[in-house]
């Protein structure tokens, strides 16, 4: 589904990306996990088009991305920091970011899931925090596309929310989506996801099933499993 | 599009810093209109103020704008839609807003004095035109810079700087040189250095309507006699569009190779 060749990303003198080759297809959940600065931000900017690459190619679906916004249609992608206009209310914000895209949407569910009935006509300036989170992935999800993107979904969120989130992403990965989630919290991660692409220092460290990772490393759990692996990178 | 211009337009209608802005253009209509109730006089002292201020609000409310809401517009930068459009229908958004301000803080009062029954509704016209133009000149300036330059800090500053520059800035260094190549023939010079400024075209477009060459300025004057008023009014209208479509095609050009 997103094929990754050769991708590069330079900000002047700094490189962010050195040369990532990646292969994203199938169906399930998809951890891309890694430190601070590892490129893992830029390179979901680069499949989503916003961050153009220095140099490499990246195709969906078989088709080069480069120029081209119409294979967006079938990505949904929840941003990590999430800023709406203040004077809107959160209902405005779903009906205008429902209008992108065709096909039928279900915000519906996804407010009642997320219990924003009584928080839609109020002005974003006037939500909580985690209800602008929440809000965020009402947009970020209610499209039903084949891929999804989330950067710290559970960012704000609290325990229900997060155990509702974790059941609606799993329901998904049932129905044969494809979800590439990045996150810190290494317990989500590990509950989520079947397969693990580990990024350290612009490079793709490891990518391979989550067991794979595990065994590999001989950890207890993925927390101990990374950091084993981070202290074997930087030795 | 459609959609990003309705909300923008509606994000921008509900800011108070809007309200505050039509309620100026109410409040000094207004007492303009009671202190003096002559309507040209009344026009006059409103085209010094807006030249002053148009210009000003544009920028500043425009880099503010876009460094505000540049999280949003990032959102929306993921959807199946360019670049382009949902920059345009961001910016149209603020354009129009802030255009409907000054058609309501300017319009209502001086329709409320009769203007449309005294000789002066195309000098209205006029005003409220260049007013709005000044608006979409400087509020799409104010975008070129935000989009440019990722730190809001620097953004603001350039932009204060550019308004200061047009504002003040420009007229001095046109009279210095002026000044200095007194001995040499400076119509065509005179011409070129007042096309390069979209207040002072505004200024005498204005002008060459009241007819008032002692308030028209050197380049004014030179224009009115070099050119002709039907004519100068056309070349002015001309640059002023070309104010509208260079920072355009700029913008364009920056958003195709910028990374978000």
Known sequence: ?235 | MNSVLKYSFYEMIRSRWLFIYTGFYLLVSVALIMLSGDSTKVLISLSNITLGITPMVGILFGTNYYYNSREFIQLLLCQPISRWKIFSAFYMGLAIALCLSIIVGIGLPLTFMGIFKSGNVSLFFILIAMACMLSIIFSLLAFLIAVKFDNKVKGLSIAVLLWLFFAIIYDGLVLLTLLVLKDYPLDKLTISLMLANPIDLARILILLKLDISAMMGYTGAVLSKFIGKSLGSLLIALSLLLWTLIPMGILRKILNSKDF
């Open chain 1, 1 to 235: 589904m997103i094929e990754i060749k050769q991708l590069q990303k330079k900000y002047h003198k700094l490189v962010v990306l050195k040369g990532i080759d990646l292969d994203i297809s199938g169906r399930g959940v998809i951890a891309l996990l890694g430190p601070n600065g590892s490129g893992k931000t830029t390179l979901i900017k680069c499949i989503l088009g916003m961050v153009l690459p220095s140099g490499g190619q990246i195709f969906f679906n078989g088709e080069n991305i480069k120029g081209k916004n119409e294979y967006r249609n079938d990505i949904d992608y929840l941003p990590q920091i999430a800023q709406f206009p203040e004077n809107l209310s959160a209902i405005e914000i779903i009906e205008l970011m429902k209008s992108f895209k065709q096909g039928e949407t279900r915000e519906k569910a996804l407010i009642q899931l997320f219990g924003l009935e009584r928080e839609l006509e109020k002005k974003m300036m006037n939500l909580s925090g985690g209800n602008r989170q929440k809000i965020n992935l009402v947009i970020a999800l209610m499209h039903d596309s084949p891929v999804i993107i989330l950067d710290e979904p559970s960012t704000g969120l609290d325990p229900l929310s997060i155990t509702r989130l974790k059941s609606f992403l799993r329901n998904e990965s049932n129905r044969g989506k494809l979800i590439l989630l990045t996150t810190h919290i290494m317990s989500l991660a590990e509950g989520m996801a079947e397969k693990v692409i580990f990024l350290l220092d612009g490079r793709i460290r490891f990518n391979g099933m989550m067991t794979e990772l595990l065994d590999m490393q001989g950890g207890q759990d993925l927390e101990s499993s990374i950091a084993q692996l981070l202290d074997n990178e930087t030795v």
